[in-house]
C-alpha cells in the first residue's frame, strides 16, 4: 500500500516551458550607419511538440521588455507590439521542436520617456502567450 | 468590424471602434478616420494591400516622394504594422533615399498623432525598421 507523505518546505516543480526567451545587444546597421541600444530576442521550442503563436500585431506582441532605471526603478510600460496596427484574422507563429525565432528589437523600445537620460539600465524580456511565460536572463545597457 | 467598399469597387473590413473616435495608423493613412458615422482604420495586411494594389503606386525611387505621399512598414508575415503620411521630404544630394531627417504625420498605437522624423520611426527606440515602401495616390 502507498502512502502520501507531505514533506514541509517543499515546493511544487514548476512545469517546464517549451519556450526560452532570450535576450541579447546587438549591433545594427542602418543606412546611416549603426542603430544605437538595439538587442535580438531568440524564442527557441524547447518542447518535443511544435509551439504555435497567434497573433494580430507582430509576433512580439505578447513581449515584455522590462527596463530598471540606475536608481532601481521599472521605467517600460506596455507591451512591445502596442504600437503596431492589428490584422483581422489572427496569423501563427509555428515553431517545429528546436526550431528558433530571432527579431531585432530597439531594447529601449517600452520605454516613453525620451530621450532615455543617461545611466546603467538593466532589460530583462519575458514573453507571455497562454500558459507560456519565459524569461530572458538580463542584459546592461549604459547610456 | 466593418465591410466597406472602395470606389474601386473592391471591399475590405475595417476597425470600428465603440466610441466611434479611436482609430489606429492607418486610419490616418488612407482617411477612414474621416468616415461618416466615426471613425474606421483598414487591418493590417490583406485589406491595406487592397487599398494600395487599386488606388497607389508606388514610388520608386523613394527621393521622388512629395508631401502627401504615405510610407507603408511590412512584417515577416504578410502584415502591414505601420503606416504614415509623408508631410515634408527632405533629399539629400547624391542619395536616393529620403533622409532621416524628412517629417511624416504618424498615429503610433494609441498615442495621438505627432509628426516625427523618419528617423524616429525607422531607428528609434518605437520604430518599425527600415522595411517600408512610399507610395503616391493614384
Request: aromatic share 8%; proline share 7%.
Amino acid at each position: 500500500m502507498s502512502e502520501a507523505r507531505t514533506f514541509r518546505g517543499l515546493q511544487p516543480v514548476a512545469p517546464s516551458q517549451p519556450l526560452a526567451c532570450r535576450l541579447r545587444r546587438k549591433e545594427v546597421m542602418g543606412r546611416q550607419g549603426p542603430v544605437p541600444n538595439m538587442g535580438e530576442v531568440e524564442l527557441e521550442n524547447l518542447s518535443a511538440a511544435p509551439v504555435e503563436i497567434a497573433y494580430w500585431m507582430t509576433a512580439l506582441q505578447y513581449l515584455h521588455l522590462i527596463v530598471t532605471s540606475p536608481d532601481g526603478r521599472i521605467v517600460s510600460e506596455g507591451h512591445f507590439g502596442d504600437r503596431f496596427a492589428p490584422t483581422k484574422e489572427p496569423l501563427l507563429l509555428r515553431l517545429e521542436p528546436g526550431e528558433k525565432f530571432t527579431v531585432n528589437v530597439h531594447l529601449f523600445a517600452t520605454v516613453p520617456q525620451t530621450p532615455v537620460p543617461p545611466g546603467s539600465y538593466t532589460i530583462r524580456a519575458v514573453y507571455e502567450y497562454k500558459s507560456i511565460r519565459a524569461m530572458s536572463e538580463s542584459v546592461q545597457v549604459t547610456i | 468590424m466593418i465591410e466597406v467598399e472602395l470606389t474601386s469597387g473592391h471591399k475590405i473590413n475595417v476597425f470600428r471602434a465603440d466610441d466611434g473616435e479611436f482609430y489606429f495608423c492607418h486610419g490616418l493613412t488612407f482617411g477612414g478616420k474621416e468616415a461618416p458615422g466615426g471613425a474606421v482604420s483598414p487591418f493590417s495586411g490583406e485589406d491595406v494591400l487592397t487599398i494600395l494594389e487599386n488606388h497607389y503606386e508606388r514610388v520608386d525611387p523613394e527621393v521622388v516622394a512629395v508631401a502627401g505621399d504615405i510610407l507603408v512598414w511590412r512584417g515577416l508575415g504578410g502584415e502591414t504594422p505601420h503606416s504614415a503620411i509623408l508631410t515634408n521630404p527632405v533629399i539629400r544630394v547624391g542619395e536616393n533615399l529620403l533622409s532621416y531627417d524628412s517629417l511624416l504625420r504618424s498615429k503610433n498605437g494609441t498615442l495621438p498623432e505627432a509628426i516625427l522624423t523618419l528617423e524616429q520611426l525607422v531607428a528609434g527606440p518605437q520604430s518599425y525598421g527600415e522595411s517600408y515602401t512610399v507610395y503616391r495616390r493614384r
